[in-house]
């Protein structure tokens, strides 16, 4: 099983197996804490980050939003919030352009927990923030520009 | 490394739990330099799971951009008072630590 689902996040294939992994993962949750997305977090463009992901053209979605402050601080502590009216969102991820690795965090949202997740991230410098929301097997996306005054980087 | 617990606060509210975890953990992120110009090694959160009486509502995965002693917040339907929310994490160095509180 385990070799299986490692082939398929390789292979990056389409958005139809990866729903498959998400149902597994939530059939299974000990399954979810033993399966790093190592490409997803070590790709460093957007474009790769995405790819990484499964999710390689979103849309962008009126029904997708991007909370946070039009200007932060201190860049080693950013609160940004994602929140999506779409039905059936199965998949949260905040995404940082300019930063060394776009992706902060991804979040897999099982059936009864609402599209609505806030946490706080790094950023080195300003940049575009991206919300992408996975509602049934399609991808959309939503941004935010934050501007950073300090860094989150060596600070 | 002994790690300190979360900070785990959980309220319903109509039919709804919300969720606010803070998590102790430094989140290096391998990019920064120390006073000798070694570059100090990342050490960060993973993977992260909340179960809501053992029925997962969250996984989460982290990249080192998710700040020093991370936040965050959810919400999901259902859950009642005194409901049982449990959120375990595990780091890059295969740290793991698991916290438990009770819906208010």
Redesign the interface.
């Given at each position: 099983m385990n070799n299986q689902r490692r082939n398929v996040l390789k292979t990056g294939s389409g958005a139809a197996l990866l729903s498959v992994l998400a149902v597994a993962?939530?059939i299974k949750?000990g399954m979810?804490?033993?399966?790093?997305?190592k490409a997803a977090?070590d790709a460093k463009s957007m474009a790769d980050t995405l790819k990484a992901l499964g999710a390689a053209a979103p849309a962008d979605s009126k029904d997708v939003q991007v909370t946070g402050p039009d200007i932060a601080e201190n860049g080693?502590?950013?609160?940004v919030?994602v929140s999506s009216t779409l039905p059936g969102v199965t998949m949260v991820a905040i995404l940082?352009e300019k930063?060394?690795?776009a992706?902060?965090?991804?979040?897999?949202?099982?059936e009864?927990?609402?599209a609505?997740?806030?946490?706080?991230?790094?950023?080195g410098q300003t940049s575009n923030v991206y919300a992408l929301v996975k509602s049934g097997d399609k991808f959309f996306m939503a941004t935010k520009e934050i501007k950073v005054t300090l860094g989150?980087?060596?600070g | 490394m002994a790690t300190n617990p979360m900070k785990i606060r959980a309220s319903n509210k109509d039919g709804?739990t919300e969720v606010k975890v803070l998590i102790s953990h430094e989140?290096e992120?391998g990019?920064?330099?120390d006073a000798a110009g070694a570059i100090v090694p990342a050490w960060f959160i993973?993977?992260l799971?909340a179960?809501h009486n053992d029925?997962?509502?969250?996984?989460?995965?982290?990249?080192?951009?998710?700040?020093?002693n991370?936040?965050?917040?959810?919400?999901?339907?259902?859950g009642a008072k005194g409901d049982k929310i449990a959120v375990?994490w595990?780091d890059n160095r295969g740290e793991t630590r698991s916290d438990e509180a009770a819906i208010a």
């Open positions: 993962g939530i949750p979810a804490l033993a399966d790093w997305n977090f080693a502590v950013v609160p919030g940082i930063n060394p690795n992706l902060a965090a991804s979040f897999t949202l099982p009864g927990t609402e609505n997740v806030q946490t706080r991230v790094k950023m989150g980087c060596g | 709804v989140m992120t990019q920064r330099k993973t993977e799971s179960k029925k997962l509502v969250l996984a989460g995965e982290f990249g080192t951009a998710v700040s020093k991370p936040y965050l917040a959810f919400k999901f339907k259902g375990s595990k």
